[in-house]
């Protein structure tokens, strides 16, 4: 069965950094794209980032120039690297991933909780 783990998050102070990582496993092949969700509290889920498996990334507007999303080891794992953190970054944080490009983010990760504190 395919499995998405993910690594990293907490708590850290805003201007701090934190890394999220994402591994894909038992999957046959490279994932086509894989990306981040966050849902803040009271709000909708939203797209943080994407990268395909060309390297191209696509970033929420709010993040660019603070957060990188790369590929690892791997283009089945991906590091999301935050920096500048502001209050507003506080959510559960998602990965997701995908085979094919035309198909729907089939894998989920567990979340993990990024809290920023003022």
């Known amino acids: 069965a395919v499995q998405v783990v993910q690594s990293g998050g907490g708590s850290v102070e805003s201007g701090g950094s934190l890394t999220l990582g994402c591994s894909v496993s038992g999957f046959t092949g490279n994932m086509h794209s894989m990306a981040w969700y966050r849902r803040p509290p009271g709000r909708q889920c939203e797209l943080v980032a994407k990268?395909?498996?060309?390297?191209?990334?696509v970033y929420l507007d709010s993040v660019k120039g603070r957060f990188t999303l790369s590929q690892a080891n791997s283009k089945n794992t991906v590091l999301l690297q935050m920096n500048s953190l502001k209050s507003e970054d506080t959510a559960l944080y998602h990965c997701?991933?995908?085979?094919?490009?035309?198909?729907?983010?089939?894998?989920w990760g567990q979340g993990t909780q990024v809290t920023v504190s003022s």
């Open positions: 997701a991933a995908r085979a094919t490009p035309v198909t729907i983010w089939k894998y």
């Open positions: 990268i395909s498996d060309d390297g191209n990334t």
